[in-house]
Every structure is written in C-alpha cells, then in structure tokens.
C-alpha cells in the first residue's frame, strides 16, 4: 500500500482545516529474521517495475541532508517562473534499526527531516553550506526484528511523533510454501495500476461520501482520543493515517475486470471517498494498532494486575484492597498510584456505593473486562 500511495503521485490530497494530507505513507514492518519480509517487499517492487521500469526506490538513508538531496527536482525549473515539479521519493530501510542510529548521533537531523516530509511536500535541511529546499512526495518503508525496535527504538522518538507517523506492522509467515519460486505475472495488475495513476494526476482534493461521513464522524473520537501511555503516543496520528490509506483505496482499481477510463468524465467518481474504500483503511488502521498494541504495550504493575482481578465481577472498596487483597502491607498514596492509570485507561470504572447510609458514600471500584 505504501508503495502504490507514493505510486499514486502528489496530485490529489484531502484536506484538514489547511492542512493538506497526501497518499504517503510510512510502514515499518517488525517481523523475527528471516520472516519474509523481504521477500513480501521484492513481490510489491516487481509489481511497480512491471508497471514502470524506470521505477526504483532509494535505500541507505543515515542524514536529513541526504533525505533533502535525493528529493531534490532533478529536472528544475519546468519554465520562467514555474513551480518544481514535486518528485515521488521511496525509502526502502530494509535494516531500520541503522537509521534509528543515524538518528541518534549528535546534531543528525534526518528524525526531524522525516517528520517533515511526512507532513509536507515542501521541506528543507539548512546546512552549512547552503539550504537544501526540496518538493517531494515521500514515503518510508523499513524493516526491523522485534529485539531490534526494543533496544534502538527511543523514548524521544516515541514522544517527539516520529514514531507515531508510522504504520507499525508486526508480521509472520502464516503458512509454509515450498514452491513459492516461481515468478509472479502482475501485468494486468501493473496496467491497471498505471490506469488509476493517470486517472489520480487529473484530481485535486478529495472529500468522504455521505456514508463514510457518516461512519467517520462515529469513529472520530475514538481515533482521536488515545491511551496515555506509550501505545497511546504511537497510535496518536490514528485520523491522518486512515484518511491517507482511504485516499489510496479509493484510487487504486476495484476489481479485477473494471477498466478504468482516462477521460475527463472518469475522474468525477475518484474525487470522493466512499464508505468501502474507508471501511477498509479502517481493518487495515486496527491490524497495525493491534501491532503496536504488543510491540510498545508497558508491562503492567503486577499489582495493578491483581488489583484488576480482586474488582472484576465484584465492586471494592478501597479498604477491601487494602486489607483483603493485600493484607494491610500497601500505602494509601501507593494504592492510589496504581489506581490512576486504570480509571484513566479505563480499564476500572469508580461507582458510588449508595448504602443510604448518613455521610460521604464510599468509592466502589468495578475492573471493566
């Protein structure tokens, strides 16, 4: 999908107040070694090959200069006057956790010149030479063990948003296929992506149908509102990331058998999203939150944990934890420590105990599961 998004090219865009998002997408694909991720990327590039062989994509990032450099317009000016062309860029990190490296050394600015180019066509790196001012679309594709996103993957990018601009993909091989040698014919695929390309350069901004409205303005606060906590700041670009993937569905060819007419009067139906092409950004949005649900879930306070299964089935008062569940051998201000972030995460739910009894009814703790 990603590379299809930065296929796509940078012509059409859905818009957000005045931000304006485009189909570049940054997927990170955490798999054991020797897991086929590799071999899952070089079935997409024959793909894009098949449809372009002039197509390539560009490994070996490691600074913000480097990342301005080859989006750099190759061909200039396209007349007196006349705005750059914007070029489609595709990184292909297959060793990501060498440019999680790269972006710890002191004074690298290749995090921050990502998170620009995932936010903008327009970017520059100031170096100490000149401004290197690029228009590019950009996406990112990486790979990484999941021992290796552990140990280089840091706090800093987890708060500052680099990595919640990525779509974060935990995958392993579903079956054995002894045979899967043989090459792979995605001609009429290939053509068909062409078609949906050429049809994408003639629109401009996209907006949902009434029914993906619909459907989106019931899932708004629930993609807005995250956890906090680190799987919270991971997931927190949860809407501009559907609305990217939407976008892309949309375009892409439907089915197998559709043609796709390049005339003025095919390209009215791809102006908008409807509710299939959203539905499906959707089932793709919840496999990567379930992704990065185990990858960057915080192990629970074994206390917590108990907490949780002394509250399900039965509400319980504060003085119930701590006599019954723990003996006596807990703190108020600790026990409150390990009570926020369940109601806060909403996995407990605090009732009033209505005994009508005289005084301040006592607080009742319900585990939600």
């Given at each position: 999908?990603?590379?299809?998004?930065?296929?796509?090219?940078?012509?059409?865009?859905?818009?957000?107040?005045?931000?304006?998002?485009?189909?570049?997408?940054?997927?990170?694909?955490?798999?054991?070694?020797a897991?086929?991720?590799?071999?899952?990327?070089?079935?997409?590039?024959?793909?894009?090959?098949?449809?372009?062989?002039?197509?390539?994509?560009?490994?070996?990032?490691?600074?913000?200069?480097?990342?301005?450099?080859?989006?750099?317009?190759?061909?200039?000016?396209?007349?007196?006057?006349?705005?750059?062309?914007?070029?489609?860029?595709?990184?292909l990190e297959?060793?990501?956790?060498?440019?999680?490296?790269?972006s710890?050394?002191?004074?690298?600015?290749?995090?921050?010149?990502?998170?620009?180019?995932?936010?903008?066509l327009?970017?520059?790196?100031?170096?100490?030479?000149?401004?290197?001012?690029?228009?590019?679309?950009?996406?990112?594709?990486?790979?990484?063990?999941?021992?290796?996103?552990?140990q280089?993957m840091?706090?800093?990018?987890?708060?500052?948003?680099?990595?919640?601009?990525?779509?974060?993909?935990?995958?392993?091989?579903?079956?054995?296929?002894?045979?899967?040698?043989?090459?792979?014919?995605?001609?009429?695929?290939?053509q068909?992506?062409?078609?949906?390309?050429?049809?994408?350069?003639?629109?401009?901004?996209?907006?949902?149908?009434?029914?993906?409205?619909?459907?989106?303005?019931?899932?708004?606060?629930?993609?807005?509102?995250?956890?906090?906590?680190?799987?919270?700041?991971?997931?927190?670009?949860a809407?501009?990331?559907?609305?990217?993937?939407?976008?892309?569905?949309?375009?892409?060819?439907?089915?197998?058998?559709?043609?796709?007419?390049?005339?003025?009067?095919?390209?009215?139906p791809?102006?908008?999203?409807?509710?299939?092409?959203?539905?499906?950004?959707?089932?793709?949005?919840?496999?990567?939150?379930?992704?990065?649900?185990?990858?960057?879930?915080?192990?629970?306070?074994?206390?917590?944990?108990?907490?949780?299964?002394?509250?399900?089935?039965?509400?319980?008062?504060?003085?119930?934890i701590?006599?019954?569940?723990?003996?006596?051998?807990?703190?108020?201000?600790?026990?409150?420590?390990?009570?926020?972030?369940?109601?806060?995460?909403?996995?407990?739910?605090?009732?009033?105990?209505?005994?009508?009894?005289?005084?301040?009814?006592?607080?009742?703790f319900?585990?939600?599961?």
């Amino acid at each position: 999908m990603a590379l299809c998004g930065n296929f796509l090219g940078p012509h059409h865009h859905f818009r957000v107040a005045k931000t304006k998002h485009h189909t570049n997408l940054f997927v990170c694909l955490v798999g054991d070694t020797a897991s086929a991720k590799g071999e899952a990327l070089d079935c997409a590039k024959d793909l894009l090959h098949q449809a372009d062989n002039t197509w390539e994509g560009v490994s070996g990032l490691n600074s913000g200069e480097g990342i301005a450099a080859i989006a750099l317009d190759d061909d200039g000016d396209e007349g007196q006057g006349a705005p750059k062309k914007v070029k489609p860029v595709t990184f292909l990190e297959t060793e990501f956790s060498r440019l999680l490296e790269a972006s710890y050394r002191k004074g690298s600015t290749v995090g921050m010149t990502l998170r620009r180019a995932w936010d903008e066509l327009t970017f520059q790196v100031l170096n100490k030479n000149s401004p290197l001012k690029s228009r590019a679309l950009v996406s990112l594709i990486g790979h990484i063990t999941p021992t290796e996103l552990r140990q280089k993957m840091a706090g800093i990018d987890i708060g500052n948003g680099f990595a919640n601009r990525i779509l974060w993909v935990r995958v392993r091989p579903s079956k054995d296929l002894p045979e899967s040698g043989r090459d792979l014919d995605f001609s009429d695929l290939a053509q068909r992506l062409n078609q949906a390309r050429l049809v994408a350069h003639e629109i401009g901004e996209m907006q949902l149908d009434r029914e993906a409205s619909e459907l989106w303005r019931s899932l708004y606060g629930q993609l807005k509102h995250r956890p906090d906590n680190a799987f919270g700041q991971v997931t927190a670009r949860a809407r501009p990331n559907v609305i990217r993937m939407a976008m892309i569905y949309s375009l892409l060819p439907p089915k197998e058998s559709a043609a796709i007419e390049c005339s003025p009067l095919s390209v009215q139906p791809f102006r908008t999203i409807g509710l299939e092409p959203l539905q499906a950004a959707l089932e793709a949005w919840r496999f990567a939150e379930r992704s990065a649900y185990q990858l960057f879930s915080e192990p629970e306070d074994p206390s917590a944990t108990k907490i949780m299964k002394f509250c399900t089935g039965c509400p319980r008062s504060r003085s119930e934890i701590m006599a019954d569940l723990f003996q006596g051998h807990i703190s108020a201000a600790r026990l409150q420590e390990l009570l926020t972030p369940l109601l806060s995460r909403g996995r407990l739910v605090a009732v009033k105990n209505a005994s009508g009894r005289p005084g301040r009814p006592s607080e009742l703790f319900l585990a939600t599961n």
